[in-house]
C-alpha cells in the first residue's frame, strides 16, 4: 500500500501542480472545458489512465465542468500515487486546451 505524504510533502507537489488544492484528504482541481463533448472526451482519456495505472479519481461531471478528487482510499489520504494521476490529468486538460500553467 502506498504510504501517505507528510503535509509538508503535500505543499510541495501542489507548488507544482498549480491549478490543485488540498481540499482535506484529497488533491482537487476544477476545470471548466469549451463543451460537454470536450469535458466528456476528458473523462474518457483520465479513464483510461486510471485503469492503466489501477488508481482512479472521483469525478464530478456538471454538463462541461469537471472535479477531479485524487486520494488514495485505502491509504486515507494523499500519496505519491494521487500526485502522479493528478499531473497526468494536468497532462490530458493540457491537450484538450486547459493549461496547467
Do not use: K, Y
Request: charged content about 25%; glycine content about 6%; aromatic content about 4%.
Amino acid at each position: 500500500m502506498a504510504e501517505l505524504l507528510t503535509d509538508d510533502q503535500v505543499t510541495e507537489a501542489l507548488g507544482r501542480l498549480a491549478q490543485w488544492r488540498q481540499d482535506g484528504a484529497a488533491l482537487v482541481r476544477t476545470v471548466d472545458l469549451a463543451s460537454f463533448s470536450a469535458a466528456i472526451q476528458a473523462v474518457v482519456r483520465v479513464a483510461e489512465i486510471a485503469e492503466n495505472d489501477n488508481h482512479h479519481p472521483d469525478i464530478d461531471i456538471r454538463w462541461r465542468t469537471l472535479t477531479f478528487r485524487c486520494a488514495t482510499h485505502s491509504a486515507g489520504g494523499v500519496t505519491s500515487l494521487d500526485v502522479t494521476l493528478a499531473g497526468e490529468i494536468d497532462g490530458v486538460l493540457e491537450v484538450l486546451g486547459q493549461p496547467s500553467e
